[in-house]
């Protein structure tokens, strides 16, 4: 049985480009809309959105800006307005197109650590 030697230099796997885990600019940017959005108090309970939990996602991208948001009651009147606001507080942020998006989630007040 004879060892041999290779002379050959391993072969480097082809570096990709990937996302980074953690993106430190789309961090500060998701906290400077969640800042902004605390302007926005829903009228009823007089709590802005962001204590209320009612901000369940802040997607971000190159073109546009999502938010995706829940109301405390599913025919809440102040809807619109409340939207309409957080539509302006995040442009106020990014200057890309921002997107508002309802979901059908229920608010539950304990997920904003309100216990009646």
């Not at 009228?43 to 800006?65: D, H, K, Y």
């Not at 998006?101 to 009646?116: C, H, K, M, S």
């Amino acid at each position: 049985m004879t060892d041999q030697i290779s002379t050959e230099q391993p072969t480097q796997a082809s570096t990709t480009t990937e996302t980074p885990a953690f993106d430190p600019q789309a961090r500060a940017t998701e906290l400077a809309i969640m800042d902004a959005l605390r302007a926005v108090v829903d009228p009823e309970i007089g709590m802005n959105v962001v204590e209320l939990a009612l901000i369940r996602q802040v997607i971000q991208s190159p073109q546009q800006t999502e938010i995706k948001m829940i109301l405390t009651t599913p025919f809440c009147p102040y809807a619109g307005s409340m939207i309409q606001q957080v539509k302006e507080q995040v442009e106020s942020v990014v200057e890309n197109d921002v997107k508002v998006t309802l979901l059908a989630e229920r608010w539950d007040p304990r997920d904003a650590g309100l216990v009646w």
